[in-house]
């Protein structure tokens, strides 16, 4: 059984950062497109980063060169390092693991993901 847990959201000033984690169990991460989402009050959900089985990285361009996605293959553990936070980051923010090995420029897609987490808030305040 596939579960994924995310930890480390909280509220935050604007300029500030956090890093949230997912760890997995049922689910090894170095075989999974993994990919981290966030939902705003009243919108889509909308995908964040991603990172393939062979360590690729992509970005939202509302993100790029503010986040960082990486994942501990020992641990389990997927991370999203988040700096210079905006207001508009604020949102539930999920990770989300595909079966497909690479991640393609369908990262931002829900329906590529096969399993989600239950979300962690963040909250920037202006």
């Known amino acids: 059984q596939v579960q994924l847990v995310e930890s480390g959201g909280g509220s935050v000033q604007a300029g500030g950062f956090l890093r949230l984690s997912c760890a997995a169990s049922?689910?090894?991460?170095?075989?999974?497109?993994m990919a981290w989402f966030r939902q705003a009050p009243g919108k889509e959900r909308e995908g964040v980063a991603s990172?393939?089985?062979?360590?690729?990285?992509r970005y939202a361009d509302s993100v790029k060169g503010r986040f960082t996605i990486s994942q501990d293959n020992a641990k389990n553990t997927l991370y999203l390092q988040m700096n210079s936070l905006k207001p508009e980051d604020t949102g539930l923010y999920y990770c989300?693991?595909?079966?497909?090995?690479?991640?393609?420029?369908?990262?931002?897609?829900?329906?590529?993901?096969?399993?989600w987490g239950q979300g962690t808030q963040v909250t920037v305040s202006s």
């Open positions: 990172i393939d089985s062979d360590g690729r990285t």
């Open positions: 989300a693991a595909s079966t497909q090995r690479s991640c393609g420029n369908w990262f931002t897609q829900t329906w590529a993901y096969n399993y």
């Open positions: 049922g689910v090894t991460y170095s075989r999974y497109c």
